[in-house]
């Protein structure tokens, strides 16, 4: 599993900038970034190369922050890629609650960040280890991408 940094916060202009120059004045590096938006708050889910030093600051900052589990999938960009692994938790009837992508410097593939419900999570990581095609990274592995 690897460690998600999630922060609610409200949707006006400059809080995104804040957190951002929090985590860059720090040097902590983000490896990938999400926004989930309403009206009038966002949902900031990040993958920091640090997270324990970027949870220290951000809370530093009076920054509310949650973790989150999440799986790191790595996946081949081709078409087809990722319906590979959504068919295979289909399959095992394991909901996925959200999910996000992003194509690290260091590869041709994929990166398929993946949140399902905390009782599937073990039967999730048993299914997706049996996929051909798709490889699970743990957190070390995740970085070096």
Do not use: C, W
Not at 92 to 106: E, H, R, T, V
């Amino acid at each position: 599993m690897i460690r998600q940094v999630s922060i609610f916060i409200e949707n006006h202009e400059g809080r995104l900038n804040n957190i951002l120059k929090i985590l860059a004045d720090n040097k902590i590096n983000i490896r990938s970034l999400n926004i989930a938006d309403a009206t009038d708050f966002g949902i900031v889910r990040l993958i920091l190369q640090d997270t324990e030093k970027g949870i220290e600051v951000l809370k530093r900052n009076e920054v509310i922050t949650s973790i989150t589990p999440v799986l790191a999938a790595e996946i081949s960009d081709d078409p087809g890629g990722l319906s590979t692994l959504v068919d295979a938790l289909t399959q095992a009837k394991i909901n996925i609650i959200y999910a996000y992508s992003f194509l690290p410097k260091n590869t041709d593939n994929a990166i398929i960040i993946i949140r399902v419900d905390d009782e599937n999570q073990k039967q999730a990581i048993t299914t997706l280890e049996s996929v051909q095609g798709v490889n699970l990274l743990d957190r070390e592995t995740l970085l070096l991408k």
